[in-house]
C-alpha cells in the first residue's frame, strides 16, 4: 500500500519561502509522476507543479518562476520550494502519487 507524508507547511509573510516534503513508501518512486496540488475551503483542487520519472517538470502559471519541484529518488521524496510567497498561495498542499494516492496534506498560510 503506498502512503505518502508531508512536512513543512507552516505559517510565513508574504515574500517568504517554504519547502514542503513528501516522503514516499513505494517501491517504484523513480520511475513515478509525483505532484503537489492544493485546495482552499469552496474550490476544486488545484495542480500546482508535477514531476516525471525522467525529471520534466510542469507547473501552473501562478507559481511559474516562484516555485521549483524537485525529487531525490534515493530518498523517495519530492520537493516542493516555494519562494517569493503571495497571500493567494495560501493553501491546503497535497502530494500526489501517479494522480492515484494523496497524502494527508499540509497548511500553507501566507500573511500580507
Known amino acids: 500500500q503506498v502512503q505518502l507524508v508531508e512536512s513543512g507547511g507552516g505559517l510565513v509573510q508574504a515574500g517568504g519561502s517554504l519547502r514542503l516534503s513528501c516522503v514516499a513508501s513505494?517501491?517504484?518512486?523513480?520511475?513515478?509522476?509525483m505532484a503537489w496540488y492544493r485546495q482552499v475551503p469552496g474550490k476544486q483542487r488545484e495542480l500546482v507543479a508535477a514531476?516525471?520519472?525522467?525529471?520534466?517538470?510542469n507547473y501552473v502559471d501562478s507559481v511559474k518562476g516562484r516555485f521549483t519541484i524537485s525529487r531525490d529518488n534515493a530518498k523517495k521524496t519530492v520537493y516542493l520550494q516555494m519562494n517569493s510567497l503571495k497571500p493567494e498561495d495560501t493553501a491546503v498542499y497535497y502530494c500526489n502519487w501517479r494522480s492515484v494516492v494523496w497524502g494527508q496534506g499540509t497548511q500553507v498560510t501566507v500573511s500580507s
Open positions: 514531476i516525471t520519472g525522467g525529471g520534466t517538470t
Open positions: 513505494v517501491s517504484i518512486f523513480s520511475i513515478s509522476t
